[in-house]
């Protein structure tokens, strides 16, 4: 089982990037996936998370900005960010679940994390 992480790059504050992970590796599926970042100095925090049933949830300092959505079909999870400011650079990590329902951070697979840079 593997998640590929990618879609990080450098921007502007202002600007937009989409992050896209892939789910890949054999018959499985997962019912629950998050996006979390890593600030330099700070630890590793739950940005978005979705599940099979339809629940989304966002940091409060990404409401209405970000967006997670995923590709069933594709086995691939996005996360599109807008309006992006300096304080949200990082690592960004995807993580998923076979549970819908996960406690904590508890996520069975992890991606690799792609770095996001934005600069004001």
């Known amino acids: 089982v593997q998640l590929q992480a990618s879609g990080g790059g450098s921007v502007q504050a202002g600007e937009s990037l989409r992050l896209s992970c892939h789910l890949s590796?054999?018959?499985?599926?997962?019912?629950?996936e998050a996006w979390y970042r890593q600030a330099p100095g700070k630890q590793r925090e739950l940005v978005a998370s979705?599940?099979?049933?339809?629940?989304?949830k966002y940091a409060d300092s990404v409401k209405g900005r970000f967006t997670i959505s995923k590709d069933n079909g594709a086995n691939t999870v996005y996360l599109q960010m807008n309006r992006l400011k300096p304080e949200d650079t990082g690592v960004y990590y995807c993580?998923?679940?076979?549970?819908?329902?996960?406690?904590?951070?508890?996520?069975?697979?992890w991606g690799q994390g792609t770095l996001v840079t934005v600069s004001s």
């Open positions: 993580a998923g679940d076979p549970s819908t329902i996960v406690r904590g951070d508890s996520y069975s697979y």
């Open positions: 590796g054999g018959p499985f599926t997962t019912a629950a």
């Open positions: 979705i599940n099979s049933g339809g629940s989304r």
